[in-house]
């Protein structure tokens, strides 16, 4: 495994887990989140859901910015919500070795995760949004659910085996 992107809700621990990765595994992090076009940050801000419009002109955005990321750094994850199935299949298309791994946590968890972040997207928003989240019908899955680190780290070596 090279190109991986972890992917789940708001508050799942995608980008602690990245950076978890990238620290011990030699993998580069990258956030896709960096990429979200104006009319998604506006729309944070409004506190509305993304079009399909939206969604669909970012995840291109983000096939050419993941492939410019891997002619740099061909062991990369990457980390985003990915909410819809259809995006998560697109980018195992055209990223090519891609493995994906849904970042799970329980919802209680997630809340004190939220109520404690400084920046990033707000709890009563991240709620909101729940409700667009489709479960994945491939890939990996991993549950983050307060462990410490390396507990997670030994969770996510044996999803591939390692």
Same mark, same amino acid.
């Given at each position: 495994?090279?190109?991986?992107?972890?992917?789940?809700?708001?508050?799942?621990?995608?980008?602690? $887990?990245?950076?978890?990765?990238?620290?011990?595994?030699?993998?580069?992090?990258?956030?896709? #989140?960096?990429? *979200? @076009?104006?009319?998604?940050r506006?729309?944070?801000?409004?506190?509305?859901?993304?079009?399909?419009?939206? =969604? #669909?002109?970012?995840?291109?955005?983000?096939?050419?910015?993941?492939?410019?990321?891997?002619?740099?750094?061909?062991?990369?994850?990457? @980390?985003?919500?990915?909410?819809?199935?259809?995006?998560?299949?697109? $980018?195992?298309?055209?990223?090519?070795? *891609?493995?994906?791994?849904?970042?799970?946590?329980?919802?209680?968890?997630?809340?004190?995760?939220l109520? =404690? =972040?400084?920046?990033?997207?707000?709890? #009563?928003?991240?709620?909101?949004? @729940?409700?667009?989240?489709?479960v994945?019908?491939?890939?990996?899955? $991993?549950?983050? #659910?307060?462990?410490?680190?390396?507990?997670?780290? =030994?969770?996510?070596?044996?999803?591939?085996?390692?």
């Open positions: 495994m090279k190109v991986l992107l972890l992917f789940g809700m708001s508050g799942a621990g995608k980008t602690y $887990l990245g950076e978890l990765i990238s620290s011990r595994l030699g993998y580069f992090h990258y956030e896709l #989140d960096r990429d *979200l @076009t104006p009319a998604m506006a729309a944070i801000a409004a506190k509305r859901s993304f079009t399909e419009q939206e =969604r #669909d002109e970012y995840f291109e955005q983000v096939v050419v910015r993941m492939q410019e990321i891997l002619t740099q750094h061909p062991k990369t994850v990457f @980390t985003q919500g990915v909410y819809k199935e259809r995006h998560r299949e697109a $980018l195992r298309r055209r990223i090519p070795g *891609l493995e994906t791994v849904w970042v799970q946590a329980p919802q209680s968890v997630i809340q004190n995760r109520q =404690r =972040r400084e920046g990033g997207v707000p709890p #009563d928003y991240a709620e909101m949004i @729940t409700r667009n989240f489709e994945p019908l491939a890939g990996r899955t $991993l549950v983050n #659910d307060e462990i410490c680190s390396e507990e997670l780290l =030994r969770r996510f070596k044996a999803l591939f085996g390692a």
